[in-house]
């Protein structure tokens, strides 16, 4: 099980790095955790993170390709790879 205090602190890497870092918003990336759990989805840009053996894959790519996978569809457990 990840750890709650963590998820309070993550945030979408896209949302709060670099040039793709969001200025619009207070605090940008937040995550909403779905699908029993597995998945962290951004609430500002969409990438899907998955979580796989407890730890979130917080990956600007592996977001990117889970985007336009509806949350219905989001495989669970995730896959081991991508």
Do not use: F, N
């Not at 918003?25 to 779905?34: A, I, M, N, T």
């Not at 989805?41 to 600007?60: H, S, V």
């Amino acid at each position: 099980m990840v750890d709650e205090k963590l998820l309070e602190i993550l945030r979408c890497p896209h949302c709060v790095s670099g040039e793709t870092r969001r200025t619009d918003k207070e605090d940008p990336g937040l995550l909403d955790r779905v699908r029993e759990g597995v998945w962290l989805i951004c609430q500002d840009c969409g990438r899907k993170y998955p979580i796989r053996e407890d730890i979130p894959i917080m990956l600007i790519e592996v977001g990117e390709k889970w985007m336009d996978t509806p949350v219905d569809d989001l495989p669970v457990p995730p896959p081991a790879e991508d």
